[in-house]
C-alpha cells in the first residue's frame, strides 16, 4: 500500500524498510531506506506519548464537564462519554507499555477521540471552541506511518464534522449548539457556516501538513541511516585494507635471499608475495623459459616440522587436484640451503581484495562467474577430502588471459583427511572475517566451513562490504558466532530470493546451512532468477525469524538464546 503526496514522493508501506524517493537528496531517481525496525520503534514512542496527552485532555475536559452537569443535566451524556474514553485512553496506556497493540486499536482511539470532539461540537455550536481538538487529531495521526490509521481517522473526521454541519444548515441543531439555544437569527447561521468552511479547508490543511512533515522527518532519518551506513562500511574496507597492508610492508623490498639463483629447474627473479609461511618469487624455467611462481619455506620456519609438514601438505594437496580453478604444480623439491619449494603457474591478473578495493563491488554477472567456478573448485577439493579453511579474498585470484578464470590459491592451512587431520592441534585456523563458527571455536571443520566462508566473500562482492568486522580479530570472530550481518537488499537493493541465500549460507548451525558447493551454486542460481525452492524459502524464513538481519544472538545461562538489536 502506498501513499502519494504532492511533492510525487512515494512512500511504499509494506512490512520491512520504507524506500523513499527524494528528488532533491538524490538525483532524478535517488533512493533513501529506513529501516522498519527504528520506525517501529518510533512510532511505538509517538503512540504512548499521544496515549498520556489525550487522557490528560479527557481528565481536564471530564472536571469542566462535571461542573457543567452540576448546572445543566443535558451535559451528562456528554460527560460520561468523556470518562468513559478516558478510561479507555488509560488502560491502553497500561498495554502500551508492556507490549505493542495493533494499527486498529490505535484507529479506534482516533475515532473515538474524534466523537468526543464532534458531540462537543454538537453541544456547543460546529465554531466553538471544543472543535479545536479536530485537527490536532488530524495531524498526530496524520503524520503517522500507518495508511489505515491515518486514513480511517480523517475520514472519520472529515465525514463527522460535515454531518454536524449539515445539520445545522438544515435546523437540526443551533448555530450555538444545543446546549445553548439560540433564536433563529439567519446572520448567526451564516456566520456559523463560514466559521465551519474555515475549519473544514483548516482539517484538510493539517491532514497534508501531517504527510508532508513526515516525509520530511523520513528523509531525514533515511539519511542519518545511510551516514551512518557509510561510516560503519567505511571503517570496515579500513580494516579490510590495514590487514592487507601490514600483508604487503611485510613483503619488504622485491629482491629476495633466493633472487638471482637457481632452484631445481629454475632461475628465481625477484619477490613478487610473502606469505605466512613462504616467499613467492617470479621464476623462468632455466631450458623452456616458461614462467613460474617459486615458493620457498621461510628460513626461520625451515627447523620447525609443524611448518615443513604443512608446507609439504600444500604440495601433497594441489598435486590431487586437477580443477582449471587452482594453480598446477610443476615441480617441488629442496633449494640448494636446503628449503623446501614448490613452482607453480604464474598467474597474471589480480586477486579479489584488490578489485574490491578499486570497485568496492562487482556487477552482478561477475559474480555469477565467481559464485560458478569458485564453487566447482571446491566441490573437486571436498570429494577428494580436502577443506581450504582460508577461503577469503585475497586467496581468490582472477587470471585475465585468454578469458578471465577464478584460481583458488593457498592450501597450505587446509586439512587433508587422507593425511592424518589438523596440524594445529584445534586451534582456529584462518582469517576472522571469513571464518565459520564452528572454525572459531576451534572445533574440526568440514566443507561446510568453506561454504560459509564462499557466502562471506560473495556477500563482500555483492554489497560492497564485509558481512563480519570489528576493530580486532577477536572482536570480528565473536560477530562470526553471534552476528547476523545487514540485510543485502537493504544494502545493495538484490531481491528477496538472494536475501535467502545468504540466510541459509550464513546458517549457525552448520547442518542447516548448504551441505555442497554445487548446492550453493545450484541455490545461487535459482535465487538471481527468482525462482528459489518453496522449501529453502521456509527454511530461510525460519533462520531469519530465529535471528534477523542485523542484530547479535547473546548466549544465556540456558539453552535458550536472546536476540538484541544493537543501538542505532
Known amino acids: 500500500m502506498e501513499d502519494t503526496i504532492a511533492d510525487g514522493a512515494t512512500l511504499p508501506m509494506a512490512d520491512g524498510a520504507i524506500d523513499l524517493l527524494d528528488d532533491d537528496a538524490e538525483g532524478a531517481s535517488g533512493h533513501r531506506t529506513v529501516d522498519a525496525q527504528v520506525l517501529e ?11 498520556i496527552s489525550l487522557l490528560g485532555s479527557y481528565c481536564i ?53 474524534a466523537t468526543v470532539a464532534l458531540a462537543g461540537g454538537v453541544y456547543m455550536g460546529v465554531a466553538s471552541g471544543t472543535v479545536v481538538g479536530l485537527p490536532a487529531l488530524v495531524y498526530y495521526f496524520g503524520s503517522g506511518d500507518s495508511a489505515l490509521r491515518r486514513r480511517v481517522v480523517f475520514g472519520f473526521v472529515l465525514l463527522g464534522y460535515l454531518l454536524i454541519v449539515s445539520l445545522m444548515l438544515v435546523g437540526v441543531i443551533p448555530p450555538r449548539g444545543i446546549a445553548l439555544p439560540n433564536p433563529d437569527h439567519r446572520l448567526e447561521y451564516y456566520g456559523a457556516a463560514a466559521l465551519a468552511l474555515i475549519v473544514l479547508q483548516i482539517l484538510v490543511l493539517t491532514y497534508r501538513l501531517a504527510r508532508k512533515s513526515r516525509h520530511s522527518t523520513l528523509l531525514a532519518m533515511a539519511a542519518l541511516e545511510r551516514a551512518r551506513e557509510r561510516i560503519r562500511q567505511r571503517d570496515a574496507l579500513l580494516a579490510e585494507a590495514n590487514a592487507d597492508l601490514d600483508r604487503a610492508l611485510g613483503v619488504g623490498g622485491r629482491v629476495g635471499r633466493y633472487s638471482g639463483h637457481v632452484i631445481g629447474s629454475f632461475d628465481v627473479g625477484d619477490v613478487i608475495g610473502r606469505g605466512a609461511i613462504g616467499e613467492v618469487y617470479e621464476a623462468r624455467h632455466a631450458t623452456t623459459k616458461q614462467p613460474a611462481a617459486v615458493k620457498v619455506l621461510h628460513l626461520h620456519l625451515q627447523t620447525e616440522s609443524g611448518h615443513l609438514q604443512r608446507f609439504f601438505r600444500e604440495v601433497q594437496i594441489a598435486r590431487t587436484l586437477r580443477s582449471a580453478h587452482i594453480p598446477r604444480i610443476l615441480e617441488s623439491g629442496s633449494a640448494p640451503d636446503g628449503g623446501p619449494y614448490l613452482a607453480m603457474e604464474l598467474l597474471r591478473g589480480t586477486d579479489l581484495a584488490t578489485e574490491l578495493r578499486h570497485r568496492k563491488r562487482l556487477p552482478i554477472a561477475e559474480v555469477d562467474d565467481l559464485v560458478a567456478q569458485l564453487a566447482s573448485a571446491l566441490d573437486e577439493a571436498h570429494a577428494s577430502g580436502i577443506v581450504h579453511r582460508d577461503i577469503k579474498p585475497q586467496n581468490l585470484f582472477r587470471v585475465e588471459a585468454p578469458a578471465p578464470v577464478w584460481k583458488i590459491l593457498d592450501f597450505g592451512v587446509s586439512k587433508l583427511a587422507a593425511f592424518g587431520g589438523t596440524l594445529t592441534g584445534g586451534a582456529a585456523v584462518g582469517t576472522p572475517a571469513y571464518m565459520a563458527p564452528e572454525q572459531v571455536a576451534g572445533d574440526d571443520v568440514d566443507p561446510r566451513a568453506d561454504l560459509f566462508a564462499l557466502t562471506s566473500v560473495i556477500y563482500r562482492a555483492v554489497t560492497g562490504r564485509p558481512a563480519f568486522s570489528g576493530p580486532s580479530d ?22 528477496p530470493d538472494l536475501d535467502a541465500f545468504f540466510a541459509l549460507g550464513f546458517a549457525k548451525d552448520r547442518a542447516r546451512r548448504f551441505q555442497s558447493a554445487a548446492d550453493l551454486a545450484a541455490t545461487w542460481v535459482a535465487a538471481r532468477s527468482g525462482t528459489l525452492d518453496a522449501r529453502l524459502r521456509s527454511d530461510a524464513r525460519s533462520l531469519l525469524a530465529e535471528h534477523p538481519w542485523g542484530t547479535e544472538q547473546e548466549p544465556e545461562s540456558s539453552s535458550r538464546t536472546r536476540v538484541r538489536q544493537p543501538a542505532v
Open 41 to 51: 520503534r518510533e512510532e511505538h514512542r509517538r503512540r504512548v506519548g499521544g496515549l
Open 61 to 113: 475536559t471530564s472536571v469542566v464537564l462535571l461542573l457543567l452537569s452540576r448546572q445543566a443535566s443535558i451535559f451528562w451524556p456528554l460527560t460520561l462519554l468523556t470518562l468513559a474514553n478516558a478510561v479507555f485512553a488509560g488502560v491502553l496506556l497500561a498495554i502500551a507499555r508492556k507490549r505493542r497493540y495493533s494499527d486498529l486499536v490505535s484507529a479506534g482511539i482516533g475515532v473515538s477521540a
Open 474 to 495: 577477536l572482536v570480528t570472530m565473536l560477530r562470526v558466532t553471534r552476528w547476523q550481518p545487514w540485510r543485502p537488499s537493504d544494502l545493495a537493493g538484490v531481491g
